[in-house]
């Protein structure tokens, strides 16, 4: 079981036939085509929000390349603060994914200072 769904957080997208493609992969658990396509998104458009939010789900449960994913976790934290889902990508790659709870506490305590400034 994968701990995120795909899903859009944001404004609506615009349709696009790739990120469809992809999603249609990501639901049919073809994770390693998902992401393929993923990349590719995100290389020419570096703001996709769903992209973003699907890659981390695919290097987290299909390639288990967790430390890779907290960048793009740490821009959807930025684009979105207030965003649950965002919030809830990190702190799991914080806290439930890459070990120390003394990393975790040091990274809550920066996004917390985020939410508040």
Same mark, same amino acid.
């Given at each position: 079981?994968?701990?995120?769904?795909?899903?859009?957080?944001?404004?609506?997208? =615009?349709? #696009?036939?790739?990120?469809?493609?992809?999603?249609?992969?990501?639901?049919?658990?073809?994770?390693?085509?998902?992401?393929?396509?993923?990349? =590719?998104?995100?290389?020419?458009?570096?703001?996709?929000?769903?992209?973003?939010?699907?890659?981390? #789900?695919?290097?987290?449960?299909?390639?288990?390349?967790?430390?890779?994913?907290?960048?793009?976790?740490?821009?959807?934290?930025?684009?979105?603060?207030?965003?649950? #889902?965002?919030?809830?990508?990190?702190?799991?790659?914080?806290?439930?994914?890459?070990?120390?709870?003394?990393?975790?506490?040091?990274?809550?305590?920066?996004?917390?200072?985020?939410?508040?400034?």
């Amino acid at each position: 079981m994968t701990p995120f769904a795909p899903i859009i957080i944001g404004p609506t997208p =615009v349709p #696009d036939e790739r990120f469809e493609q992809a999603l249609e992969h990501h639901r049919q658990h073809n994770l390693a085509g998902a992401g393929k396509i993923y990349r =590719v998104i995100l290389r020419e458009n570096p703001g996709h929000v769903g992209a973003m939010q699907n890659l981390i #789900d695919v290097l987290c449960t299909h390639e288990g390349r967790h430390l890779e994913a907290v960048p793009l976790a740490e821009r959807l934290v930025s684009l979105f603060p207030e965003s649950a #889902d965002s919030l809830h990508r990190l702190g799991w790659l914080y806290g439930g994914s890459m070990g120390s709870p003394i990393f975790s506490r040091k990274k809550l305590k920066k996004i917390e200072k985020h939410l508040i400034s």
